[in-house]
């Protein structure tokens, strides 16, 4: 539901498909780091703004804490580790706010392009 909701909204704001496309990717990669390492409730908050020129979201989970930032992608062989540096490489800025005890919270960040030719398309908006 996240990624539909978001995604309807930048849409709405004529942004670029290809901008859409990396924050639900980021948003998507940082919600299931909450949901696998979240606590046991499995639980989380997703909040956004979008702005007249750019999109900041914030996953909050009730985990113990994102580890550092790896340096390089896991070998391919590696089932998990990417996520990270996914987000990393879609996003212009991500920030990790951790309280010991209440949880995680990803802060991405991303300019957006606008697409001017978007506004001449029909679209259809989701339904929530």
């Given at each position: 539901m996240v990624r539909r909701v978001l995604g309807d909204a930048m849409r709405s704001l004529n942004v670029s498909e290809t901008c859409i496309a990396d924050m639900l990717?980021?948003?998507s990669e940082a919600c299931s780091n909450a949901v696998r390492h979240g606590g046991p409730a499995n639980r989380y908050e997703v909040t956004a703004a979008i702005g007249?020129?750019?999109?900041?979201v914030?996953?909050?989970?009730?985990?113990?804490?994102?580890?550092?930032?790896?340096?390089?992608?896991?070998?391919?062989?590696?089932e998990n580790g990417r996520g990270l540096l996914i987000m990393r490489s879609v996003v212009d800025e991500i920030s990790f706010?951790?309280?010991p005890g209440r949880g995680?919270?990803?802060?991405?960040?991303?300019?957006?392009?606008?697409d001017e030719e978007a506004q001449a398309r029909p679209r259809e908006l989701a339904a929530v």
């Open positions: 990717l980021a948003v007249s020129d750019r999109c900041d914030r996953v909050a989970d009730n985990g113990a804490g994102v580890p550092s930032m790896p340096r390089q992608f896991p070998p391919p062989d590696t706010g951790i309280t995680t919270t990803v802060h991405l960040r991303k300019l957006l392009d606008r």
